[in-house]
Protein backbone atom coordinates (compact mmCIF):
# COMPACT_ATOMS: atom_id res chain seq x y z
CA UNK A 1 0.00 0.00 0.00
CA UNK A 2 1.40 3.58 -0.95
CA UNK A 3 0.04 7.23 -0.44
CA UNK A 4 -1.88 7.59 -3.69
CA UNK A 5 -0.44 10.07 -6.13
CA UNK A 6 -3.62 10.99 -8.13
CA UNK A 7 -4.36 14.70 -8.23
CA UNK A 8 -6.60 16.53 -5.55
CA UNK A 9 -10.24 15.89 -5.40
CA UNK A 10 -12.99 16.42 -3.48
CA UNK A 11 -13.67 13.55 -1.08
CA UNK A 12 -12.74 9.83 -0.80
CA UNK A 13 -15.53 8.71 -3.38
CA UNK A 14 -14.97 10.38 -6.66
CA UNK A 15 -15.71 8.45 -9.39
CA UNK A 16 -13.13 6.52 -11.49
CA UNK A 17 -10.98 5.95 -8.47
CA UNK A 18 -10.11 2.87 -6.53
CA UNK A 19 -13.19 2.99 -3.80
CA UNK A 20 -10.29 3.61 -0.41
CA UNK A 21 -8.12 5.88 -2.07
CA UNK A 22 -7.88 9.31 -0.57
CA UNK A 23 -7.00 12.59 -1.49
CA UNK A 24 -3.62 14.53 -1.48
CA UNK A 25 -5.48 17.04 1.03
CA UNK A 26 -7.08 14.63 3.16
CA UNK A 27 -3.87 12.57 3.45
CA UNK A 28 -2.30 15.48 4.28
CA UNK A 29 -4.76 16.57 6.90
CA UNK A 30 -6.68 13.74 8.52
CA UNK A 31 -4.69 12.86 11.63
CA UNK A 32 -4.32 16.79 12.36
CA UNK A 33 -4.14 17.40 16.02
CA UNK A 34 -2.46 13.72 17.28
CA UNK A 35 0.90 15.23 17.38
CA UNK A 36 3.22 17.76 16.48
CA UNK A 37 4.26 16.12 13.76
CA UNK A 38 1.47 13.53 12.31
CA UNK A 39 1.73 10.88 9.72
CA UNK A 40 0.02 10.93 6.18
CA UNK A 41 -2.99 9.08 5.46
CA UNK A 42 -2.57 6.30 3.17
CA UNK A 43 -5.61 5.00 2.65
CA UNK A 44 -9.42 4.53 4.46
CA UNK A 45 -11.76 1.92 4.25
CA UNK A 46 -14.62 3.89 6.38
CA UNK A 47 -14.52 6.20 3.12
CA UNK A 48 -17.66 5.13 1.87
CA UNK A 49 -19.62 6.00 5.17
CA UNK A 50 -17.98 9.00 6.67
CA UNK A 51 -17.07 11.64 4.04
CA UNK A 52 -14.02 13.71 4.59
CA UNK A 53 -14.55 17.06 3.63
CA UNK A 54 -11.90 19.75 2.22
CA UNK A 55 -12.12 22.76 4.94
CA UNK A 56 -12.49 25.64 2.31
CA UNK A 57 -13.13 29.43 3.42
CA UNK A 58 -10.31 32.42 4.19
CA UNK A 59 -9.81 31.25 7.81
CA UNK A 60 -10.60 27.43 7.02
CA UNK A 61 -8.96 24.87 9.73
CA UNK A 62 -8.97 21.24 9.42
CA UNK A 63 -10.81 19.45 12.20
CA UNK A 64 -8.27 18.23 15.23
CA UNK A 65 -8.11 14.96 16.06
CA UNK A 66 -7.27 13.06 19.46
CA UNK A 67 -5.81 9.15 19.71
CA UNK A 68 -7.05 6.67 22.31
CA UNK A 69 -5.88 2.32 22.16
CA UNK A 70 -7.90 -0.12 20.26
CA UNK A 71 -9.80 -2.26 23.19
CA UNK A 72 -12.86 -4.53 22.54
CA UNK A 73 -12.32 -4.62 19.11
CA UNK A 74 -12.28 -8.59 17.66
CA UNK A 75 -9.62 -8.12 15.99
CA UNK A 76 -7.35 -8.17 18.99
CA UNK A 77 -7.93 -11.23 19.41
CA UNK A 78 -6.90 -12.94 16.39
CA UNK A 79 -4.13 -9.88 15.53
CA UNK A 80 -0.86 -12.15 17.00
CA UNK A 81 -1.70 -14.62 14.36
CA UNK A 82 -3.54 -12.99 11.29
CA UNK A 83 -0.85 -9.89 11.67
CA UNK A 84 1.82 -11.48 9.87
CA UNK A 85 -0.11 -13.58 7.55
CA UNK A 86 -1.91 -9.76 6.14
CA UNK A 87 1.88 -8.55 6.02
CA UNK A 88 3.13 -11.44 4.13
CA UNK A 89 0.49 -10.87 1.46
CA UNK A 90 0.64 -7.34 1.39
CA UNK A 91 4.90 -7.39 0.97
CA UNK A 92 4.73 -7.89 -2.74
CA UNK A 93 8.62 -7.20 -3.01
CA UNK A 94 9.70 -9.76 0.14
CA UNK A 95 11.21 -12.15 -2.84
CA UNK A 96 13.45 -9.51 -4.42
CA UNK A 97 14.28 -7.05 -1.62
CA UNK A 98 16.09 -9.35 0.38
CA UNK A 99 19.68 -8.36 -0.87
CA UNK A 100 19.30 -4.40 -1.11
CA UNK A 101 17.90 -4.55 2.47
CA UNK A 102 20.09 5.22 41.52
CA UNK A 103 15.85 6.23 40.93
CA UNK A 104 15.57 4.49 37.66
CA UNK A 105 15.81 6.60 34.77
CA UNK A 106 19.62 7.17 34.94
CA UNK A 107 21.37 8.51 32.01
CA UNK A 108 24.20 6.38 31.01
CA UNK A 109 26.78 5.85 28.23
CA UNK A 110 29.50 3.74 27.38
CA UNK A 111 33.24 4.97 27.80
CA UNK A 112 33.98 3.42 24.22
CA UNK A 113 31.34 5.90 22.99
CA UNK A 114 30.79 8.51 25.24
CA UNK A 115 28.82 10.82 23.31
CA UNK A 116 25.87 8.09 22.37
CA UNK A 117 23.89 7.72 25.79
CA UNK A 118 20.94 5.92 27.01
CA UNK A 119 18.96 5.30 29.83
CA UNK A 120 19.32 2.12 32.54
CA UNK A 121 15.76 0.41 32.71
CA UNK A 122 16.55 -1.70 35.87
CA UNK A 123 18.45 -2.77 38.77
CA UNK A 124 18.67 -6.49 39.59
CA UNK A 125 20.62 -9.04 41.33
CA UNK A 126 22.07 -12.05 39.50
CA UNK A 127 20.61 -14.74 42.00
CA UNK A 128 21.48 -18.11 44.14
CA UNK A 129 23.80 -16.69 46.21
CA UNK A 130 25.12 -13.92 43.92
CA UNK A 131 24.63 -10.31 46.28
CA UNK A 132 25.69 -8.65 42.75
CA UNK A 133 24.07 -5.80 41.66
CA UNK A 134 23.21 -5.82 38.07
CA UNK A 135 21.74 -2.97 35.57
CA UNK A 136 19.94 -3.27 32.14
CA UNK A 137 20.01 -1.40 28.79
CA UNK A 138 19.38 -1.81 25.32
CA UNK A 139 22.38 -3.46 23.73
CA UNK A 140 22.12 -0.58 20.82
CA UNK A 141 22.84 2.08 23.36
CA UNK A 142 26.00 -0.05 24.59
CA UNK A 143 27.23 -1.36 21.48
CA UNK A 144 27.45 0.27 17.48
CA UNK A 145 24.44 -2.10 15.89
CA UNK A 146 23.77 -1.53 12.16
CA UNK A 147 23.99 -3.84 9.25
CA UNK A 148 27.78 -4.44 9.83
CA UNK A 149 27.94 -4.46 13.95
CA UNK A 150 25.27 -6.40 15.59
CA UNK A 151 27.41 -9.19 18.01
CA UNK A 152 27.12 -10.97 20.94
CA UNK A 153 28.93 -9.62 23.97
CA UNK A 154 29.95 -11.69 26.49
CA UNK A 155 32.93 -10.92 29.34
CA UNK A 156 35.38 -13.35 29.42
CA UNK A 157 36.65 -12.86 33.12
CA UNK A 158 40.05 -11.78 34.67
CA UNK A 159 42.75 -10.98 32.07
CA UNK A 160 40.54 -9.58 29.73
CA UNK A 161 39.57 -5.37 29.43
CA UNK A 162 36.42 -4.58 30.78
CA UNK A 163 33.79 -2.51 28.69
CA UNK A 164 32.70 0.17 31.11
CA UNK A 165 29.51 1.74 31.54
CA UNK A 166 29.37 5.60 32.93
CA UNK A 167 26.80 8.07 34.42
CA UNK A 168 26.39 11.08 32.03
CA UNK A 169 27.22 10.89 28.30
CA UNK A 170 29.96 13.84 27.96
CA UNK A 171 26.54 16.00 26.24
CA UNK A 172 24.93 14.94 29.30
CA UNK A 173 27.14 16.32 31.99
CA UNK A 174 27.99 19.46 30.03
CA UNK A 175 24.12 19.92 29.96
CA UNK A 176 24.01 19.23 33.78
CA UNK A 177 26.56 21.84 34.47
CA UNK A 178 24.94 24.43 32.37
CA UNK A 179 21.36 23.74 33.72
CA UNK A 180 23.23 24.45 36.92
CA UNK A 181 24.26 27.65 36.12
CA UNK A 182 20.64 28.67 34.16
CA UNK A 183 19.34 28.13 38.04
CA UNK A 184 21.90 30.18 39.58
CA UNK A 185 20.97 33.19 37.04
CA UNK A 186 17.40 32.77 37.66
CA UNK A 187 17.80 33.00 41.58
CA UNK A 188 19.74 36.12 40.81
CA UNK A 189 17.24 37.64 38.53
CA UNK A 190 14.81 37.19 41.35
CA UNK A 191 17.04 38.50 44.04
CA UNK A 192 16.83 41.63 42.00
CA UNK A 193 13.07 41.55 41.48
CA UNK A 194 12.79 40.86 45.19
CA UNK A 195 14.94 43.70 46.01
CA UNK A 196 13.31 46.10 44.39
CA UNK A 197 9.81 45.00 45.36
CA UNK A 198 11.11 45.43 49.12
CA UNK A 199 11.76 49.06 48.53
CA UNK A 200 8.35 49.98 47.54
CA UNK A 201 6.73 47.81 49.98
CA UNK A 202 8.54 49.50 52.23
CA UNK A 203 7.26 52.82 51.17
CA UNK A 204 3.93 51.34 51.26
CA UNK A 205 4.52 50.25 54.96
CA UNK A 206 4.96 54.15 55.73
CA UNK A 207 2.03 55.45 54.58
CA UNK A 208 -1.78 56.71 56.38
CA UNK A 209 -4.43 54.21 54.71
CA UNK A 210 -4.29 51.32 57.43
CA UNK A 211 -5.57 48.58 55.10
CA UNK A 212 -2.76 48.92 52.90
CA UNK A 213 -0.44 49.31 55.59
CA UNK A 214 -1.33 45.46 57.14
CA UNK A 215 -1.40 44.23 53.38
CA UNK A 216 2.38 45.91 52.65
CA UNK A 217 3.36 45.03 55.97
CA UNK A 218 2.49 40.68 55.50
CA UNK A 219 3.58 41.04 52.10
CA UNK A 220 6.79 42.54 52.90
CA UNK A 221 7.44 39.67 55.35
CA UNK A 222 6.75 37.01 52.47
CA UNK A 223 9.02 38.90 50.23
CA UNK A 224 11.87 39.02 52.73
CA UNK A 225 11.46 35.58 53.47
CA UNK A 226 11.32 34.50 49.60
CA UNK A 227 14.45 36.91 48.83
CA UNK A 228 16.57 34.71 51.91
CA UNK A 229 15.74 31.55 50.09
CA UNK A 230 16.90 32.83 46.76
CA UNK A 231 20.02 33.86 48.36
CA UNK A 232 20.21 30.43 50.07
CA UNK A 233 19.40 29.05 46.63
CA UNK A 234 22.10 30.53 45.18
CA UNK A 235 24.80 29.80 47.27
CA UNK A 236 23.82 26.02 47.55
CA UNK A 237 24.02 25.54 43.80
CA UNK A 238 27.49 27.45 43.36
CA UNK A 239 28.63 24.58 45.62
CA UNK A 240 26.66 21.74 44.08
CA UNK A 241 28.68 22.70 40.27
CA UNK A 242 31.90 23.38 42.81
CA UNK A 243 31.32 19.37 43.85
CA UNK A 244 30.22 18.06 40.15
CA UNK A 245 33.18 19.17 38.38
CA UNK A 246 35.30 18.44 41.26
CA UNK A 247 34.21 14.65 41.62
CA UNK A 248 32.05 14.02 38.54
CA UNK A 249 34.20 15.78 35.95
CA UNK A 250 36.52 13.48 34.60
CA UNK A 251 34.43 10.48 32.58
CA UNK A 252 36.23 8.06 34.99
CA UNK A 253 35.31 9.97 38.02
CA UNK A 254 31.34 8.58 36.60
CA UNK A 255 32.32 5.07 35.42
CA UNK A 256 29.50 2.79 37.58
CA UNK A 257 30.05 -0.57 35.85
CA UNK A 258 31.32 -2.54 33.41
CA UNK A 259 29.26 -5.02 30.75
CA UNK A 260 28.46 -8.42 31.63
CA UNK A 261 26.59 -9.67 28.85
CA UNK A 262 24.74 -8.23 25.79
CA UNK A 263 21.91 -10.26 23.34
CA UNK A 264 23.04 -9.47 19.61
CA UNK A 265 20.09 -7.31 18.68
CA UNK A 266 17.36 -9.95 17.20
CA UNK A 267 13.83 -9.07 15.75
CA UNK A 268 10.74 -11.69 15.62
CA UNK A 269 11.88 -13.72 18.54
CA UNK A 270 10.02 -15.89 20.55
CA UNK A 271 7.82 -16.19 22.67
CA UNK A 272 5.65 -13.68 20.90
CA UNK A 273 7.92 -12.10 17.88
CA UNK A 274 9.01 -9.20 19.73
CA UNK A 275 12.35 -7.58 19.25
CA UNK A 276 15.11 -8.59 22.02
CA UNK A 277 17.55 -5.48 22.37
CA UNK A 278 19.04 -5.92 25.72
CA UNK A 279 22.18 -5.68 27.84
CA UNK A 280 23.37 -6.12 31.35
CA UNK A 281 26.35 -4.31 33.27
CA UNK A 282 27.91 -5.25 36.55
CA UNK A 283 27.50 -2.03 38.94
CA UNK A 284 30.31 -0.85 41.11
CA UNK A 285 29.23 -1.75 44.45
CA UNK A 286 31.06 0.76 45.99
CA UNK A 287 29.53 3.36 44.43
CA UNK A 288 26.29 2.15 45.25
CA UNK A 289 25.79 0.09 48.50
CA UNK A 290 25.45 2.81 50.58
CA UNK A 291 22.68 4.93 48.56
CA UNK A 292 21.02 1.65 46.77
CA UNK A 293 17.23 1.54 47.82
CA UNK A 294 15.24 -0.46 44.77
CA UNK A 295 13.83 -0.09 42.18
CA UNK A 296 11.84 3.28 42.33
CA UNK A 297 11.22 5.47 39.53
CA UNK A 298 11.67 9.24 40.17
CA UNK A 299 8.38 11.24 38.93
CA UNK A 300 10.92 14.36 39.16
CA UNK A 301 9.38 17.82 39.66
CA UNK A 302 8.81 19.10 36.03
CA UNK A 303 4.77 17.44 36.14
CA UNK A 304 3.62 19.23 39.67
CA UNK A 305 2.18 16.34 41.73
CA UNK A 306 -1.12 17.58 41.48
CA UNK A 307 -0.78 18.06 37.58
CA UNK A 308 1.08 14.32 37.30
CA UNK A 309 -2.07 13.10 39.26
CA UNK A 310 -5.01 14.73 37.52
CA UNK A 311 -3.14 13.51 34.27
CA UNK A 312 -3.33 9.77 35.38
CA UNK A 313 -6.88 10.52 35.43
CA UNK A 314 -8.29 12.42 32.57
CA UNK A 315 -12.02 11.76 33.02
CA UNK A 316 -13.48 12.47 35.88
CA UNK A 317 -15.16 8.97 36.56
CA UNK A 318 -12.25 6.88 36.04
CA UNK A 319 -10.80 5.12 38.99
CA UNK A 320 -8.35 6.40 41.38
CA UNK A 321 -6.31 3.75 42.44
CA UNK A 322 -3.38 6.06 41.71
CA UNK A 323 -1.41 7.58 44.23
CA UNK A 324 1.32 9.92 43.79
CA UNK A 325 4.19 9.02 46.10
CA UNK A 326 6.34 10.91 48.87
CA UNK A 327 9.73 12.14 48.08
CA UNK A 328 8.23 11.50 44.11
CA UNK A 329 9.29 7.97 44.04
CA UNK A 330 6.89 5.45 42.90
CA UNK A 331 8.19 1.80 43.42
CA UNK A 332 7.75 -1.04 41.47
CA UNK A 333 6.72 -3.90 41.94
CA UNK A 334 4.44 -6.64 39.97
CA UNK A 335 3.99 -6.42 35.92
CA UNK A 336 1.51 -5.15 33.61
CA UNK A 337 -0.22 -8.90 32.38
CA UNK A 338 -0.70 -9.07 28.44
CA UNK A 339 -4.12 -9.35 29.48
CA UNK A 340 -4.22 -6.04 30.79
CA UNK A 341 -2.23 -4.31 27.76
CA UNK A 342 -5.27 -5.61 25.45
CA UNK A 343 -8.00 -5.55 27.35
CA UNK A 344 -7.82 -2.61 30.38
CA UNK A 345 -11.61 -2.27 29.74
CA UNK A 346 -11.96 -6.20 31.53
CA UNK A 347 -9.11 -6.38 33.59
CA UNK A 348 -10.23 -2.64 35.57
CA UNK A 349 -13.27 -1.96 37.35
CA UNK A 350 -14.45 0.18 36.64
CA UNK A 351 -13.05 0.65 32.91
CA UNK A 352 -9.97 3.73 32.73
CA UNK A 353 -11.20 6.75 30.26
CA UNK A 354 -9.65 8.88 28.49
CA UNK A 355 -11.43 12.43 27.76
CA UNK A 356 -13.18 11.39 25.58
CA UNK A 357 -15.02 8.38 27.21
CA UNK A 358 -13.16 5.73 25.50
CA UNK A 359 -11.29 3.09 27.16
CA UNK A 360 -7.64 3.60 27.98
CA UNK A 361 -4.25 2.46 29.61
CA UNK A 362 -1.69 5.53 30.75
CA UNK A 363 1.82 4.41 31.52
CA UNK A 364 4.92 6.75 32.15
CA UNK A 365 8.83 6.68 32.17
CA UNK A 366 11.56 8.45 33.43
CA UNK A 367 14.04 9.01 30.15
CA UNK A 368 17.78 10.83 29.58
CA UNK A 369 16.44 13.27 27.20
CA UNK A 370 12.82 13.51 27.60
CA UNK A 371 12.52 13.34 31.61
CA UNK A 372 9.21 12.43 32.97
CA UNK A 373 6.53 11.62 30.46
CA UNK A 374 2.98 10.08 30.63
CA UNK A 375 1.39 8.29 27.67
CA UNK A 376 -1.18 6.19 25.85
CA UNK A 377 -0.81 2.46 25.53
CA UNK A 378 -2.38 1.08 22.16
CA UNK A 379 -4.82 -2.45 22.25
CA UNK A 380 -2.92 -4.20 19.58
CA UNK A 381 0.31 -4.77 19.38
CA UNK A 382 2.18 -3.49 16.39
CA UNK A 383 3.75 -5.18 13.74
CA UNK A 384 6.57 -3.35 12.65
CA UNK A 385 9.27 -3.66 9.95
CA UNK A 386 12.88 -2.99 10.58
CA UNK A 387 14.84 -1.93 7.36
CA UNK A 388 18.08 -3.11 8.45
CA UNK A 389 17.39 -6.62 9.16
CA UNK A 390 14.76 -6.68 6.44
CA UNK A 391 12.08 -8.49 9.40
CA UNK A 392 9.26 -7.96 11.17
CA UNK A 393 8.32 -7.79 14.96
CA UNK A 394 5.71 -7.31 17.26
CA UNK A 395 5.85 -4.36 19.39
CA UNK A 396 3.53 -2.64 22.41
CA UNK A 397 3.06 0.84 21.15
CA UNK A 398 2.55 3.97 23.09
CA UNK A 399 1.71 7.04 21.80
CA UNK A 400 1.28 10.80 23.12
CA UNK A 401 -0.70 11.91 25.81
CA UNK A 402 -2.02 14.84 23.21
CA UNK A 403 -0.50 17.42 21.09
CA UNK A 404 -0.15 19.80 23.92
CA UNK A 405 2.25 18.10 25.85
CA UNK A 406 5.12 16.96 23.90
CA UNK A 407 6.25 13.36 22.73
CA UNK A 408 6.24 10.40 25.12
CA UNK A 409 10.17 9.64 23.84
CA UNK A 410 12.92 11.19 21.72
CA UNK A 411 16.57 10.36 21.08
CA UNK A 412 18.52 8.45 24.21
CA UNK A 413 15.85 7.37 26.07
CA UNK A 414 16.33 3.65 25.07
CA UNK A 415 16.38 1.45 27.93
CA UNK A 416 13.73 3.65 29.55
CA UNK A 417 11.33 1.11 32.10
CA UNK A 418 7.74 1.62 31.07
CA UNK A 419 5.36 1.54 34.27
CA UNK A 420 1.28 2.16 34.88
CA UNK A 421 0.20 4.23 38.12
CA UNK A 422 0.85 1.56 39.95
CA UNK A 423 4.05 1.17 39.84
CA UNK A 424 3.36 -2.56 37.79
CA UNK A 425 6.14 -3.09 35.07
CA UNK A 426 5.12 -2.71 31.20
CA UNK A 427 8.49 -3.49 29.52
CA UNK A 428 11.98 -1.55 28.04
CA UNK A 429 11.85 1.25 25.43
CA UNK A 430 13.68 0.11 22.36
CA UNK A 431 12.63 2.53 19.73
CA UNK A 432 10.42 4.61 18.12
CA UNK A 433 9.35 6.47 14.61
CA UNK A 434 8.28 9.70 13.87
CA UNK A 435 9.27 13.01 11.34
CA UNK A 436 11.91 14.72 13.83
CA UNK A 437 14.20 13.35 16.68
CA UNK A 438 11.16 12.92 18.79
CA UNK A 439 8.74 9.96 18.28
CA UNK A 440 5.17 10.07 17.36
CA UNK A 441 5.19 6.40 18.38
CA UNK A 442 7.19 4.53 20.81
CA UNK A 443 8.07 0.91 20.91
CA UNK A 444 8.25 -0.91 23.96
CA UNK A 445 9.17 -4.95 24.47
CA UNK A 446 7.06 -6.26 27.32
CA UNK A 447 9.09 -7.21 30.64
CA UNK A 448 7.37 -10.38 30.42
Known amino acids: MTLSIQSDYTSSISTNLPPHTVSKHEAMFYYSGISPTPPKLVYCTGSLKA ?80 DKLMGLTCH ?9 HNVEYKFRGAGVPHKYVCLLSLRCFEGLLTSIKVCISC ?44 NVAIEELKKFYATVKKDWGNPKQRTISHIRYSST ?83 HTPDMLDHNNNTCLLVSKNGNSTGVTIGCTTGIFLLVHNIDSGKESMEWAIYNYNNKLGVFSAASNSGSIIVNGLGHIGGMLTGGIGKMETSDVTYITPMW
Open 140 to 148: HMLFKTDTK
Open 51 to 130: LWVKPVGPEAQPKLKRVHGVYGHKLNDIWSDMGPCVLSNLNTTVNICGPLTLALGLAIATTDRPDTQGTMELYFTEGGQS
Open 265 to 347: LMCNTAPGGFTADWGTFKLDSSKFKNMFVGNFVDLGTEIPSDKFTLMMYPHKDSPTTFKYPGGHLLPLHGMISEQLMHTPDIM
Open 187 to 230: HGIMVDIYGRDIVKLKARVKGDVNKDVAEAKKELKKTHSLLEDA
